[in-house]
C-alpha cells in the first residue's frame, strides 16, 4: 500500500504543477503544444504496461517494481532545472515508464496475493489509495507553489516521495510461486470439470451418427424418435468420430488415465482431457454437404503464449473491456492537462478555488474505489461498468453548462456545479475502473495473467495518448467546451459497446450449435478465468 500511496503522490505533483507551469513559466499559451507531456506519459506508460506483463511472469514481480522505481528517480530533479517546455515533455517519457512498470508490478502482487475470488477488492484497493494520494498531494503541492514558488521546493518533496517507494519495496516478496501454484489448482480443477463432461452419458453423441438432425426434444435423445438407434448402444461403426479422430494427432507425453477417482467423476482417457484442454479445435460445418451426414474438418492448432494476444481480440467481452479502460483514460488526459487553465485561466477562478477542483475529482474517484472493487466481486462487474462509464459521459455535459446558460464571465458565481461535476465524474470512474481491469483478469488463466492484464493497461493508457493528440488541436480550434462534448462522445460508445457485448455470467457458454452437426469447440487458455463449460451436441447448456 505504501508502493502505492508513493505512486499516487508523484503523479499528484505532475497534475496540480506542469499544466500552471506551462503556461506561468514556459510561456505555452497552446493546448496542443502544454498537452504534448500527457500524451509522451501515455505512450511511455502504455509502453511500459504491456512489457511489463510479460517480463513479471518471466523475471518475477518483484524486479520488475525495482526496476520501475529507479527509472523514474531522475523525474523530478529535472523539473526543477529544466529551461524549456520541450525538455520537460522528454523527460515525462521516463515518468510514464515508471509509473507503468509501477502500477502493473504493484498491481500483480495484489491481485496474487488477494486471490481470484477478491481480485475487485485488490484493484479497488490499490486504485483508491493511488487516487487518494493523489487527490492530497494536488492540494499540498499547490499549496507549496502558492508559497515558496513552482521550483525546487515542491519539487524537493516530490523526490523524497520517489526514493521512499524505491524503499518500500525491499520487504516485498515475489508471488510467481503462488502464482504457479494457483495455476496448478485451476488445471485440476478444469481437468476435472472436462472429465465430467465427457464421462457423462449426453457425450456419447460422439460416437454415434445422428440420421434425423430436427429433433429438438432433448428430453427423448435416449429414444428412436431421435434418429439415434434404440439405444444408446446402437453405433454406426462406419462412423468415425471427430473426437476419436483428434486424439489420434495430439501430442502428449502422458499416456495414463486421469485418476482422480473422488466420488465425483469416472476414470477418463488422457486423450479427452487433451483433446479438451490442451488445442484450439475447430469442427467446421461439412463442406456443404446435407444435414444429415457426419462432421468432416477437424483443425488441430495449438495454443500458445505467442497467440495470447490474437486470441484474446477474438473475445467480445475483453475488447469492450479494453475499450472502456481507454475512454476513461481519454477524458483523464484531457483532464489532467486542462483542468487547471480551464478553470483558472478561463473562468478566473483563485488558486485555492483551482486547487480543489482538481483534488475532487481524484479524491472522489479514489475514495469510492475503496467499495466499489468489492462490490463488484459480488454484485457483478457490468452493472458497475455501465454506470459509471455512463455517470463520467453526465459529467462532461454538467462541466459545460455555466460557460453555455451564463456565459464565461459568470463562471466564478457557478462554483458549486463544478463541484457537482468533479464529484459525478469521480464516482463515475471509481464504480467502473476496478471493475474493468478485474474483469480483464477473470478472462485468463492465471498462467497468462501478467501478459493479458499488460495488454489491457496498454490499451487503457493509450486513451491518455490519444486524449491529448485529440483534444489539444480541438481546444484550439473549437474551445475547452466544445472537447468537452467530445469527451462525453466517446464515453457514450464505450457506454454502448460494454452495454452490448460484455458479459460477466460466470456460468457463461462459449460452445454452440444450430443443429446436431453443426459445432463449434473451442477451449482457450483463458476461458479458465470464467470457468466456461464447453458442450458438444446440444445448442445449449444441458
Known sequence: MLGFACMGASCGFERSLLPRMAVQIFNETKASTRLHFVATFGLAKALANAMSGSLADTLGRKPVLILGCLVGLPVMPYVIVANSWSGVTLMNVLFGLSQGLLGSSLFFLLIDLMGPRRRGIAVGMGESTIYVSTAIVNVLAGRLASVYGFRPVPFYVATSISVLGLLSTIPLQDTLDQVRAEQ????????????????????????????????????????????????????DESYVSPWRMSTHTLDTTDKEAVKENDGDMETQPMTAFSFATSCYVSTSRRDQRTSSGPLRSVKMLKSPETSLSSLLLKNRSYVALCFGGMSLNFKDGFCWGSFPVFFKHEHGLSDVRTDWLIAIYPLCWGSAQAFTGALSDRFGRKSFLVAGVGCCAVSMVIYVLPSYCWGVAAGSKHFHVWVAADVLLGFGTALAYPALQAGAADEVDPAYRGLALGFYRFSRDMGYVLGAIVCGPLTDAIGYEDTFLVNGTVLCLAFILLLVFYSDDQSEQTFEFSTATDATFKPSPFAAGKSRILTAGISDSW
Do not use: F, W
Open 184 to 235: 496448478t489448482e485451476s488445471e485440476r480443477i478444469n481437468r476435472k470439470k472436462y472429465a465430467r463432461l465427457l464421462s457423462t452419458q449426453p457425450s456419447k453423441l460422439d460416437e454415434e451418427r445422428i440420421d434425423t438432425p430436427n429433433c429438438t426434444d432433448r428430453s427423448r435423445l435416449d429414444t428412436t424418435n431421435c434418429g439415434i438407434g434404440e439405444t444408446y448402444g446402437s453405433v
